[in-house]
Structure formats: structure tokens, C-alpha cells
């Protein structure tokens, strides 16, 4: 209880208070402008905390970081562009509504979800920091792989497509994993004497263009606005219904917080993987799952909530036990060294008033960035009413400037318009694009902690308790449905 009064007292300082506002502002307007990522906004602010007290440093850190998902979610509901990598999963079914006409509904279940999915998260995460201790430590290698194959195993139910496109095209993602250099043995593959490929092809690059090209190609082509239904001019009516949505579905919330907070908990699966998860989730139990990729709003909602809940979970393993739960989690990490705190079994011991902080400046954090972006929402909707020979050179402008910002290399600018040739053909015929981005993903990851699975515990590493619960759950997820038809069909 003292560690809970203690962390509330130092995050209302004045000085914290400021850093949280700071922090939010920029990690909001990071997250609408595609390409540029939280985990850059952390690196970019990381040098600036030196010389800051802690409390200070890591709430403007924490702040910018967390709430990028929530600014992500407008680019990727209006315009088909997902603001931060992970926000691409909220595209599915966040896009088709703005065609529709309910952009605002839309963005309104959009925003809202990821609010309430953060403080969910961070609620979740100061309940059970004492508790978790000993079940973190249940989570090595083997369960991260097993982990990560769950998320890949959801490919097959992602969209509104063809489940064998759906397979080939994370194949295909997993594929583009193998460039580059070997993580575990350092040989470099499938990339004879190009000094760019040594590294491996990287996510903004293909992010931006499997989804910001083709989406502008198609609006150039056909003309006219995004919004290709006509209807009322959207107003604050259309964003409450959206709010008004994600308390209808408030036991969907629960759930995909859940799944947020345990894909946060294994570590190094983090932000990548629990919206694909809890979207092929929410596909699997919806009353109308025929209506996913078409515009549900509860495809927007599920990973709306998993995207920010994962923060909470992300900081479990972080702060218990100094292992990262994502990989902007590695670069906060060296925000506490900066600032003279070591994250470890006796942080929680020594610094507890610091860890409840870090909580209370991210409810603060999402509370602010949510307000902001609700109260624009009925505004930003009007975004898909522009024609589209006006809109798609000021949104090529601004993804191109995204994909050379990550890391000011113009090679990236040429890959973005590599993968938005294949992912203009891939729309074309049908595949699947948001499959490839995740086989991509987690691509590297899986083969990684194979590998140290392997080399720990040997060819049956997937015997423990938990990785035999994982493996029930993908072997009954796919299965689900098929079991499900065949039930209808015996009942008729």
C-alpha cells in the first residue's frame, strides 16, 4: 500500500505531470504519421532523459511509447495505412467501414478500444506483479516459440480470403525472414554481395508498402474519395455509436485484454503479435464471423484492445526480472540504465514506488491521448470525403518521408515501392496481405527461439506443462470452425 501512495505522489509532481503531456503529444503524432514507430520515438528521446530524475525520464519514455497504437489506429481506420506496424491488424475491418460511410463509427470503437485496452493493461499489470513472479519465470524459450507459432497459426483465419492464399502469403513473409544474416549462427543468406540485404529486409519498408501504395494506387485508379458510399456528413453522433460499441461488446474487451496481457508476458512476442491473436480470436467466437474483413466493428475492436493491453504485460518481465517483453521494452531498458536503475528480482523490492508511477503516468497518458483523439475524431473523418487526386500525393509525401525517417536511408524508400508493387498484385489476385506482414514478423523471432529451444532442452523441448496448453489451443483454433460447420450440417 505504501508503494501505491508513494507512486502516486511522485507521478502528480508538476515536473511528471509536464513530461507525461510532452510524451503523449509526441507519441500521439507519432503514431499517425506512418512509418515512424513508438520504439523510434523511444530512441529519439533517449538521450534527452539524461540527467532526469526517474520517475521523470521513464513517464516521458513510457508515455510516447504506449500511446502510438492509439494514434496509429486513425491512419489505419481512415486511410488503410497503419501508423505504427502493429496497428496494421485494426486495417481488416477498420477500412471497409470508412468506404462505407462509418468512418466514425469506426475510429470512435477504434480509439476508444485502445484507451480502455491500455488502462486494462496497466490495471492488470499492478495487480500482478507480486503474483506473476514465479509464473514468468515458467516462460522460457520454448514457450516464447510456441507462443509465436500461435500467433502464425492464426494466418490460416486472418480476413476475408481464401485460407490457402492466407497460408502462402505468411509463407511467403517467413521467407523474406531468411535474408540476411542467420540470428543464431551469424551466416548470411539469399543475398549475394548486396550490402543492403545483409541486415535482412525491414518492417517499416514492407509495412508501408504492402499497404500505403496499393491503397493510393487504387484511389488514383478508380478516383473519387475513400468513401465510396454516399451518406450524411459524418458528426460526433457517428464517434458515440463507435464508443457506444466497444461497452456493447465490453466481454470481448475482457478477453482480448487478457490475451494482450499474456502475449505481453512471454517475452520478445510483445505488440507484433496479440492484435492478429485476439483478432483471429474474436473471428472464432463472433456470432457473425462471416462479417470479419467486411467492416465488423468488432474486427476493429479486438485488436485495438490487444495492441495497448500488451503494455501492461510488456512491463511484467521488464521490470521483474530485466528481460525485455517486446522489443521496445529492450530499448527501456537502457532508459533505467541511464538513469541508474537496474530492472531485476529486487527493483520490485527497492523501487516499487517507481514501478507504481510508471503506472500511473500511462493510465494518465491513455486518458489524454484517447481525449484528444475522440474529440478530433468527427474532424478527421472528413479525411475520406477529400478527392482522392488531391489526397494521394499529400499521403505518398508522407509515407515516403516515414519509410526514410526509420533510419534516413534511401534504399528503404526504394523497398517501399518493391513491396507495394507485390502488394498491389496481391490485392489484385487475392492474397492476403496482412498474413505476409505477420509471417514477417514473427518470421525471425520463431526461428530464434527454435533454435535455443533445441540447444536447451533438446528435440521434446514442448513437454512442459504450458506448451502443451499452447499446442491445444492451435490445434483447436483452426479446428473450430470446421468442427462448428460440421455440427450445422448435422443438425440440418
Known sequence: MDGIVQGLLLTVQPSVLAFIFLGTILGT????????????????????TFGMQPAEGLALLMAGNAVCHVGGAVTSVLLAIPGDPPNAATILDGFPMTQQGKGGRA??????????????????????????RPIVLL???????????????????????????????????????????????????????ILYLLYGFKLIPIALGLFAIPELMELVVEGGTIAKLSGPAVGKGDVIEGIKDVFRHWWLVVR??????????????????????????????????????????????????????????????????????SSSMAVLLGGFLIMGLTPGPFF??????????????????????????LLLASRLTKVALVPGSILAPIILIFTLLGAYCAE???????????????????????????????????????????HISVQTRGWLFFTSPISIILILIMILTPGYPLLKAAMRRMRG
Not at 512471454?266 to 503479435?273: K, L, Q, Y
Not at 489476385?429 to 527461439?449: D, I, K, M, W
Request: charge should be neutral; glycine fraction near 16%.
Open 256 to 325: 482480448c485484454g487478457v490475451i494482450g496481457i499474456v502475449v505481453g508476458i512471454a517475452p520478445a512476442a510483445g505488440a507484433e503479435t496479440s492484435p492478429w491473436i485476439a483478432y483471429g480470436y474474436a473471428k472464432q467466437v463472433s456470432k457473425h464471423p462471416e462479417e470479419f474483413g467486411k467492416g465488423s466493428v468488432e474486427g476493429v475492436i479486438a485488436p485495438q484492445v490487444a495492441v495497448t493491453s500488451v503494455k501492461g504485460g510488456d512491463l511484467v518481465p521488464t521490470l521483474s526480472f530485466g528481460i525485455p517483453g
Open 348 to 373: 520490485l523490492k527497492e523501487h516499487l514506488d517507481i514501478a507504481f508511477s510508471l503506472v500511473f503516468s500511462l493510465a494518465i497518458a491513455f486518458v489524454i491521448t484517447g481525449g484528444i483523439c
Open 107 to 132: 475510429l470512435g470503437a477504434a480509439l476508444t478500444a485502445a484507451t480502455v485496452g491500455g488502462i486494462f493493461g496497466i490495471v492488470a499489470m499492478a495487480v500482478m506483479i507480486p503474483i506473476l
Open 139 to 193: 516462460f522460457g524459450f520454448p514457450e516464447t516459440f510456441l507462443v509465436v507459432l500461435m500467433g502464425i497459426t492464426f494466418i490460416a483465419v486472418l480476413g476475408k480470403g481464401s485460407m490457402i492464399k492466407g497460408l502462402i502469403s505468411g509463407g511467403i513473409g517467413i521467407f523474406l525472414t531468411f535474408v540476411g544474416y542467420q540470428a543464431v549462427s551469424g551466416i548470411p543468406r539469399l543475398s549475394p554481395d
Open 29 to 48: 503524432i507519432f503514431g499517425v504519421v506512418p512509418g515512424i514507430s513508438g520504439m523510434t520515438l523511444l530512441a529519439v528521446l533517449l538521450p534527452f
Open 408 to 450: 534516413n536511408d534511401m534504399n528503404d524508400v526504394l523497398m517501399t515501392f518493391v513491396f507495394g508493387a507485390l502488394g498491389y498484385t496481391m490485392m489484385r489476385f487475392g492474397y492476403n496481405r496482412p498474413a505476409l506482414l505477420l509471417g514477417f514478423v514473427l518470421g525471425n523471432l520463431l526461428e530464434t527461439t527454435f
